[in-house]
């Protein structure tokens, strides 16, 4: 999404054709990423996809129950038939140890030849057309959409940069064939090397008046390029971000009454649950789509008690007035949350 949308609520996705595909070949990428690809059982060609986009792949939980997860596709190739009419899929994985199991089932459970249900490709993060150079900064395994952002732009002879940063140079998925494609315009960043974290500010700073921003990331990174391109005086509108991970619980984070007033609910929401997975666990079938507090499309209306909203939906206008919470990712800042669904 781009930050000038945020205040936007979404209104409902329609639910994409899924279909069933081959894992076809698995790579460790390094010892936390591994890659997947995908392939039609006959061989046939797969729907077309641009840039920044993802599929939504069904995976297996440690309770039984199946869940989707939202993986970008991964396309080095400056040939515009490679997305138009692909053979394969290929998507990358990190294993999150503190994750909800979707990326445990992924690194365990899938191997060659195992069939996957996968949704047909959706995009949220699409590049746009501009003036200006098309600017990529990446945090880890968010590199994934920038990689085809980067091929897509080579492609159309854009102007294009890119800053890679992680905890270690040797855990930068992808490090060299993204140095083979983009040359000296690639600046890595590993945080062991540097002795320091990557330098959001002065990074922002070296970008001209019609560059667009596109980021990709975890949400601290997302939440200080955010902080310093707001203090900097940037133009929302420049600014294109998608979250790679579902957000973690955070301090503090403490269990909560959930009254449901219309369908006569009353739920405790733990702290390392959110609002939106306890309505589905207690057999309600609420509308989302990202479960990132990107989309919009989990929107509910309060009708009392005080939302810590951390969705990046909601203006700062529409967070004070406390009159939607998004439930993928908002929880309480008290002790009772009713809402009017
Ligand atoms: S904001 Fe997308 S599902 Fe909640």
Not at 201 to 221: I, N, S
Request: proline share 6%; aromatic share 6%.
């Amino acid at each position: 999404m781009d930050a000038a949308q945020a205040g936007q609520a979404g209104s409902a996705g329609a639910a994409l054709p899924s279909f069933e595909l081959e894992v076809s070949a698995v790579q460790v990428i390094n010892p936390l990423i591994r890659a997947f690809h995908l392939r039609r059982p006959g061989g046939a060609d797969l729907p077309g996809f641009e840039a920044g986009a993802h599929v939504k792949v069904a995976v297996r939980l440690p309770d039984g129950r199946s869940d989707w997860r939202q993986y970008s596709l991964i396309n080095f190739s400056t040939d515009p038939a490679a997305t138009r009419s692909p053979q394969a899929y290929c998507i990358a994985v990190r294993e999150e140890a503190s994750g909800r199991g979707g990326s445990a089932f992924m690194h365990r459970q899938v191997k060659v030849g195992d069939r996957l249900q996968v949704q047909a490709p959706d995009n949220d993060f699409a590049l746009q057309a501009h003036p200006g150079t098309v600017v990529l900064l990446a945090g880890g395994i968010g590199v994934t959409p920038l990689i085809s952002m980067a091929a897509t732009a080579l492609a159309q002879a854009r102007p294009v940069r890119m800053a890679y940063a992680g905890r270690s140079l040797g855990l930068l998925a992808y490090r060299e064939p993204l140095q083979a494609l983009l040359g000296d315009r690639l600046h890595c960043h590993g945080d062991a090397e540097a002795g320091r974290l990557f330098d959001v500010a002065g990074f922002l700073a070296t970008c001209q008046a019609q560059d667009h921003l596109y980021v990709c990331g975890p949400q601290a990174m997302l939440d200080q390029v955010l902080a310093c391109a707001r203090s900097a005086g940037w133009n929302e509108s420049r600014i294109h971000f998608e979250l790679f991970s579902a957000p973690a619980v955070q301090e503090g984070d403490h269990a909560f009454e959930l009254v449901l007033l219309q369908s006569g609910k009353t739920l405790t929401v733990p702290p390392d649950k959110s609002i939106l997975d306890c309505m589905l666990e207690a057999g309600l079938d609420p509308m989302f789509d990202c479960k990132r507090g990107e989309c919009g499309v989990c929107a509910a209306p309060v009708f009392e008690g005080e939302p810590d909203h951390r969705d990046y939906v909601l203006s700062a206008a529409e967070k004070k007035a406390n009159q939607v919470i998004q439930t993928c990712v908002s929880r309480c800042k008290g002790t009772r949350l009713v809402l009017d669904i």
